[in-house]
């Protein structure tokens, strides 16, 4: 296991800047999850930690070790990769061992490694097969191996999980979720999928641009976003952003219609109020405080979604727990759960929570 440190890392090609004064620090034992859409630069981030990539500036170490020059091999790392690269001509136990193999281990070591990975895995019955005798998720599944056999630092996962169908994506988790527990070892995972890092991470750290936009726990990031597109990338379906104004005992919407908020000075400030769909309720028009119709309603069994046309506003999306009895074209009134909304100044800042509804 170790404890991993980036500090003011930096990472160009040529000169297009892809990551810029990163700082973060890694627990010994910690899961880590790196999120953000495409072209952040969070594989590339990993690609570093792993030494596939070269380090522009700034310094990385591992249990206080500088290691920007230590190659691949030696940084006692396992990765594993959205493609499962195994060998087609080997079967899975010879796979799973093979980096064993070729640092000529004793044939009992490996075979001792590979039959406690197996069984961890669920793969002590199809040690025999090939590769092309295996499903989608057991090749995912032997790769894993590989890397626990190895007894690694650390272990990067670089979306892992992007080939798989829904129903194994989910399957998988739990396993990648079991692995960690069980090893207790520092873990670094990439993804798009906010699900992914929500259900798996002791930490997230959203990337945009190349920069962090904040690292803190799935809770910290879904309930306290340090910005706009924090709030909107954590989260779904996503956040609502509404444009408000400062006026009579709180903030009007874009229609005029006032929100009774009381706002200090900072919260003057505020141009967008950020309101999730669950924390919105279809109401009697007498209690609403925005009124339309449904134009779309999705019956997802467990929650319905509706996607509400508010004259005025524009767009707006309201979860239901359950079944809710709506249909497309509906009269809607929305009321806003005051005490969950967030406020955003002009650069998509999160300013301090809105007061109690006065």
Do not use: W
Request: aromatic letters at 4%.
């Amino acid at each position: 296991m170790a404890r991993i440190e980036l500090q003011n890392i930096a990472k160009n090609y040529g000169p297009v800047e892809v990551l810029r004064d990163i700082n973060l620090e890694i627990e010994d034992g910690e899961f880590i999850v790196l999120v953000g859409p495409s072209g952040c630069g969070k594989s590339t981030l990993l690609r570093m930690i792993a030494g596939l990539e070269p380090i522009t500036d700034g310094e990385f170490r591992v249990d206080t070790r500088r290691m920007n020059e230590v190659p691949p091999r030696d940084r006692d790392m396992a990765m594993v990769f959205q493609s499962y690269a195994l060998y087609p001509h080997m079967d899975v136990a010879r796979n799973m061992g093979f980096s064993l193999e070729i640092r000529k281990a004793a044939a009992a070591e490996r075979n001792d490694k590979v039959g406690n990975a197996a069984g961890a895995l669920g793969l002590s019955s199809l040690t025999a097969r090939l590769p092309k005798q295996l499903s989608g998720g057991q090749r995912q599944r032997v790769a894993m191996g590989r890397a626990i056999v190895r007894d690694p630092s650390a272990f990067l996962f670089d979306e892992p999980l992007s080939n798989l169908d829904a129903a194994l994506r989910v399957e998988m988790r739990l396993e990648i979720a079991r692995l960690h527990q069980r090893l207790k070892a520092t873990m670094i995972y990439v993804t798009h999928d906010q699900v992914e890092a929500l259900t798996l991470a002791d930490r997230i750290v959203v990337l945009n641009g190349g920069d962090i936009q904040q690292v803190g726990t799935p809770l910290d990031l879904y309930e306290r976003p340090a910005n706009k597109f924090v709030a909107q990338f954590i989260g779904s379906p996503t956040m609502n952003i509404l444009e408000i104004e400062p006026g009579g005992d709180g903030i009007l919407l874009k229609d005029g219609t006032p929100l009774p908020l009381g706002l200090s000075e900072s919260q003057g400030r505020a141009k967008e109020l950020g309101v999730r769909p669950e924390h919105l309720d279809i109401v009697a028009p007498a209690r609403a405080h925005m009124t339309g119709s449904a134009e779309l309603v999705e019956h997802l069994g467990s929650d319905t979604n509706i996607h509400a046309n508010i004259p005025g506003i524009g767009q707006v999306l309201v979860r239901e727990h359950g079944h809710f009895p709506l249909k497309s074209g509906d009269a809607v009134g929305i009321a806003i759960n005051l005490e969950k909304a967030h406020l955003f100044d002009g650069a998509g800042r999160s300013l301090p929570k809105p007061a109690t509804p006065v």
